[in-house]
Structure formats: structure tokens, C-alpha cells
């Protein structure tokens, strides 16, 4: 049952979604004034340039090929850079994808940043257009712009949500030859000099140290054909107890991608291997063990049809810890599929204990 | 203060409310443009009433709820469709959920949607939504209700000592 705060959230969140206002008054530009001129206080013009006009559009950031991101020395899991959060944010979430890595912070009040190091090819100076502001990040030339209608990976696996797109100005540098970042600040409009500010903020934050990442389990089993796409971790030693943790997304033979809303039915279908320290958590199924551990299986009954694609069958396999839990969950076109998940879950290894991160394993040992 | 001093600092409330209540960012450009270029005539009316925002957001409602032809062509869309389960407090089934609510409120009958909007992202109290929608008390109560009971909305006890507050609501 859903409570009032929950309509509350949802509006705040639609909220993010309103028109820039710059566009509004440019429509009503040549229309006759209640005053002689149309005139804006030389501040204001000033502040309004940062919002809204003077700024320039990145077309689109994700797609295309591309390689994986480089700078990582130590292999495909490996963050090209860390961040120092500043003083009252926190690292909330952190993904790396085939061709970018991201970073999510959350500060007070309700402001959400992220930071995105792109890979070879996948980004660059081509995809900024006229008017963009000079600016260095840390020694680096960059610029502060905008981007519009551009899709970038969120730190969900199903797509991001329209609302943790760029929508506001954004900072963009190019910390080695033809490789570039991108820090953003989400909020609402209104909010946009604070946007810019937190967004210079977060990029000035960043260091190029490489850091690989940590995972609670080692897979050693895919699907034929299938391959691991994207990671996701929380926050550096906040194992959050609402929080799905180490989220490994595992695509089928001909995916392309998950960087945009699904538009064919093989992009849709996905594998996601998940960690939780929820200990409420109870999945239902049927019972099983799995290398001595307490399982259940799960599935629908039926193939569902989602966002008007091809018939698919979500199916997981979810396996108690001593006070966490690991689930594999699928949607695929086979409606068997959930051998294949038992298949993945009796070829993963756990780290030695899964609730201390220190004890995770090297990703790049850990992940195929 | 003039329409470009308000629109300075007050557009983008106003762009955001619209928003809200139309539940598409396009459509609230598209209602508020209009607005706007009906209060660009009478701006000298609107500039001498006690709030000014009070007016242009009750122009936006308007314009919402009479603009029937346009919006017959619009509906707002889910970018993502996904099924919804109990996976406990994982935050991305909150984020799907939240998806969901606003594609319920989307299918809201308009009237129903602006009274949750003016109620719960407004703050306004059931007296202000009579005022500013032009019905009675039973019917701003009544859409409510509905609208509250379409989304499968658990009602928050009100306390008892604010019952006799104009902010209190009673459903």
C-alpha cells in the first residue's frame, strides 16, 4: 500500500522534468511588452547566460562503438580515477560499463551529482557544439556546457530514469588525449548556478588514481554467448542495508547495449547477479539448495510481454546467506532459463566473508 | 514589478508546478506559454493582486483543465515499463514504483490529478483548492477520495490536534 509520501516523491520527481525557461520566453520574443523594452538587469543576463543561453548542447554522449574506457592500467573492472567527496557528500553509487565509468554522490539537501569518465571514441570535443565556456578542471582543458536528449548509463540496471539525465549545465574535460569526462549535478531549473557549482565542485574532485573494483562473489559460469556488460557498488564501505549491492548485468548473444531504453526485445533480456544485506528480505519459489546453501526458485508463471516487446519470462534464483543474500534474476525468452541461473549460482565462489568489503575479490579476477 | 522581473525569478516555480500538474514538460511549456502570452495583456491586473503567483498558478490550472483538444492528443508516456514484485527495500523497485505512480497519475481524470498536485506538491490546503478550482468543498473532497483511492494511497492518520487547522485535510 502506498502512503502520501510516496505521491509527494513522485511529484517531486516530475517536477525535474519542466521546460527550461529561457525556451519559454524566447517563444514569447516579439510580442508586445506590458513595459517600453524588454530589458534584464546586466546581473541577471549574466546569471541567465550560465542557466540557460549561452551555453552549448553536447548532441549525445553514449553509442557508437568505442573501446573500454582507458587509463584503467589494471584491466576492464578498473576505475580510471577515484573521488574525494567533499565535505558532507558521499559517494552513493559507483558503475562501470564497457564504455564509460560513473560515479554517483549524494549531498545535503537532496542533491545528487555525477561524474562520468568516458572511453576512447566514445566522447569527445566533436560532440560539443558553438558557445561552449572555456574553463580548466585541474589542469585539464575543459568546458562548462549543456547536453540535451543524450543518454547516459544510470546506476540502475534497467536503463536510467529520465530524471538523472543531464539536464542543466554540465563540465566537461579532457584529461588525456582524446579521453574526457563529464561531471553533472541533477536538480530542477531553478537550481541551475547551483548545479554548475556542485558540478565544477565534483570535478575538481577527481584524481586519476585507478581503483579496481570489489566484488562478493566470483562468477565462473555464463550462459553460452552471454557476457558481463556493466557492474554497479555502492558507495566505498557503505554496504547499505536497503541497498542491492555488486550488481552484475550479463547481456545475451547480439545485445547491444543497455545504455538506452530498450527498443528490441534482445536488448531487454539481461541477467542481473545482485548481493543484499537485507535480512527482511524473503523471495518465494520453490526451495532448493545450492552448494549447501538454502535457494529458492522463482519465476512467472507465464511470459509477460514488457514495454510492448517480445514475450519474456522473468525468472530468479535467490540463495540465503548467513545474513545476506544472493540473487540471480533474469528476463529471458526461454522460458526455462532458470536452469541457467542454477548453473550460474552453483559456479559462484563467495568471498571469504561477504559482509566485510575488505574481504571482496579484485573484479577483474573475479568477473569474466 | 514588471513581467520580466518576475519572470526573472518566478518562471521557473511556475514551469515546475506546471509540470507537475500536466505531468509532461512539454505540455507545461505549452500551457504556460500561453498563459503567459494572455498575462503579457493584463499584466497590470496581475501585478496589483495580492500574489501574483497565486494568479499565474491559477491561470496554469485553468488552462490545464479547459485546454481539451490538445490534450485529448497528448499522453504522457513511461520511458520504461517494467513489472512491479516485492523484492523488499530494494531501491531500485522505489524507483520503478515511483515510475508507476506517475504513469496512475498520468491516467488521473484531470480534475483529480490537480487536486492531488495542488494538495501534496502545493501544500495548499482543501479551502485553497475550493478557491483556486472554483467548486465546492465536497467536490475538491470527493476527487480526492478518488484519485487517492485509484493510486492505492494508504492515508496518513491526521493528528489530532490539527483538525481544526486549515491545513488539515478531510477525506
Known amino acids: 500500500m502506498r502512503t502520501e509520501d510516496d505521491i509527494r516523491a513522485a511529484l517531486r520527481t516530475l517536477e525535474r522534468a519542466a521546460p527550461d525557461a529561457h525556451d519559454v520566453l524566447a517563444s514569447l520574443d516579439g510580442r508586445p511588452r506590458p513595459v517600453s523594452r524588454w530589458r534584464v538587469p546586466v546581473a541577471a543576463v549574466a546569471a541567465m547566460t550560465i542557466a540557460f543561453a549561452g551555453v552549448p548542447l553536447i548532441k549525445a554522449i553514449s553509442g557508437g562503438g568505442g573501446t573500454a574506457p582507458e587509463g584503467a592500467p589494471g584491466g576492464r573492472w578498473t576505475y580510471s580515477f577515484t573521488i574525494a567527496p567533499p565535505v558532507g557528500w558521499k559517494v552513493y553509487n559507483q558503475h562501470i560499463d564497457k564504455n564509460s565509468q560513473s560515479v554517483s554522490l549524494f549531498g545535503p539537501p537532496y542533491r545528487q551529482c555525477i561524474v562520468t569518465s568516458f572511453g576512447k571514441g566514445t566522447f569527445g570535443a566533436d560532440r560539443l557544439v558553438a558557445g561552449r565556456e572555456p574553463m580548466t578542471v585541474n589542469g585539464h582543458p575543459g568546458f562548462v556546457g549543456s547536453v540535451r536528449g543524450v543518454e547516459l548509463r544510470g546506476d540502475k540496471g534497467l536503463g536510467q530514469p529520465s530524471y538523472l539525465r543531464p539536464t542543466g549545465p554540465v563540465v566537461v574535460w579532457e584529461y588525456a588525449p582524446d579521453l574526457w569526462r563529464l561531471s553533472y549535478c541533477i536538480g530542477s531549473p531553478g537550481d541551475r548556478s547551483r548545479q554548475l557549482a556542485d558540478g565544477i565542485l565534483m570535478a575538481r574532485a577527481v584524481r586519476d588514481v585507478p581503483r579496481a573494483v570489489r566484488t562478493p562473489y566470483k562468477v565462473g559460469y555464463l550462459p553460452d554467448g552471454w557476457r558481463t556488460r556493466t557492474f554497479g557498488e555502492p558507495g566505498a564501505g557503505s554496504v547499505d542495508a536497503s541497498q542491492s549491492a555488486a550488481l552484475l548485468t550479463i547481456l545475451p548473444p547480439g545485445s547491444k547495449d543497455m545504455l538506452r531504453i530498450p527498443t528490441a526485445p534482445m536488448e531487454y533480456q539481461h541477467i542481473n547477479i545482485s548481493f543484499r544485506d537485507t535480512p527482511g528480505f524473503q523471495p518465494t519459489g520453490r526451495r532448493v539448495t545450492i552448494n549447501g546453501l538454502p535457494a529458492w526458485l522463482s519465476r512467472d508463471a507465464k511470459p509477460g510481454t514488457r514495454g510492448g516487446h517480445t514475450p519474456s519470462t522473468w525468472s530468479g534464483v535467490f540463495i540465503k546467506g548467513n545474513g545476506f543474500w544472493i540473487s540471480i534474476e533474469a528476463v529471458a525468452a526461454d522460458p526455462s532459463f532458470t536452469t541457467e541461473l542454477v548453473r550460474i549460482a552453483q559456479h559462484l565462489t563467495l568471498a571469504p566473508n561477504p559482509l566485510d568489503v575488505s574481504t571482496w575479490f579484485d573484479g577483474n579476477s573475479a568477473i569474466p | ?171
Open chain 2, 1 to 171: 514589478m514588471t513581467f520580466d522581473d518576475w519572470a526573472i525569478t518566478r518562471l521557473d516555480p511556475l514551469l515546475r508546478f506546471a509540470t507537475v500538474l500536466c505531468g509532461s514538460g512539454s505540455l507545461a511549456e505549452d500551457v504556460v506559454q500561453d498563459v503567459l502570452i494572455k498575462a503579457l495583456g493584463r499584466w497590470d491586473t496581475i501585478q496589483a493582486a495580492d500574489r501574483p503567483d497565486s494568479y499565474l498558478r491559477r491561470m496554469v490550472v485553468n488552462e490545464y483543465l479547459s485546454w481539451r483538444r490538445k490534450w485529448s492528443r497528448i499522453v504522457p508516456q513511461l520511458e520504461v515499463e517494467v513489472h512491479v514484485r516485492d523484492h523488499g527495500a530494494d531501491p531500485a523497485i522505489e524507483v520503478v514504483d515511483r515510475d508507476q505512480i506517475i504513469a496512475e497519475l498520468a491516467k488521473l481524470p484531470r480534475r483529480q490529478r490537480a487536486v492531488l498536485v495542488l494538495r501534496y506538491y502545493c501544500g495548499y490546503s482543501d479551502a485553497e483548492i475550493v478557491d483556486l478550482m472554483g467548486c465546492s468543498p465536497s467536490t475538491v473532497r470527493s476527487y480526492a477520495s478518488r484519485a487517492l483511492a485509484a493510486l492505492r494511497v494508504e492515508l496518513t492518520p491526521a493528528p489530532e490536534s490539527s483538525s481544526s487547522e486549515g491545513a488539515s485535510h478531510a477525506y
